[in-house]
């Protein structure tokens, strides 16, 4: 829990931020409550909602969440040698409950671990992911009631930037981190062209290919 309090503070904002798209974007409270229970994804949702109020095919919806969120087939993939003594249930609550920031926050802790699926691994990633759902979950409730006194010409989303970056420049510790941020950037960046935001899981997958090979790389020199 301690390692995971100092990126609240930004996972509230962004909670707010979009507790208030949602409804500002015609959803009723009721339909931003059981989408933000449900669905817990914040890109997810906030990319989802411009083609909602558009009356976009609901296949379309779908599909644009899903690869915005492909990111956690990597993640699940990283995380499987650890937690796949687990039942099935326990796996598929623990793949609800991870975030973004409690997988960036295990594997440098864990990465290396000679015995992995130990309790203490467990019960570290339980304390990174469940503050992280209570406060999204209570700041974006909080973002959807008071949706309707937040003025439109506020600009949330340059908000939401900010309270992702104040995530984010903390990481930037390492050359391979450094490395692989400016790489997931100029993907990203280059990616605003293709199609259901591809670009991101690009930048993604880029991103963590270019952190490794960087780290290869040092180990490599030093050695």
Known sequence: MRAIVPALIATGTWGMVT???????????????????????????????PL???????????????VVNLRFIIFGA???PYFRHLSWPRRLGLGYFTTDMGFVLFMPRYGDAAERGTREQLWFFLGTI????????????VGIY??????????????AVLALLAITIPLANSKPMLISMLAAGLVAWVGQLFPLRLGLAAAVICGIVAGMLAERFLQKRRA
């Open 19 to 49: 507790g208030v798209a949602m409804v500002k974007s015609g959803l009723t409270e009721s339909m931003a409550l059981a989408m933000t229970l449900l669905l817990y994804a914040g890109s997810a949702q906030l990319t989802s909602l």
């Open 52 to 66: 909602i109020a558009a009356g976009a095919p609901l296949w379309l919806i779908f599909m644009a969440g899903s």
């Open 78 to 80: 990283a995380l499987h």
């Open 130 to 141: 469940v503050p992280g759902w209570i406060v999204w979950q209570s700041s974006s409730i």
């Open 146 to 159: 008071l949706g309707a006194m937040v003025p439109s010409n506020w600009s949330l989303d340059f908000a």
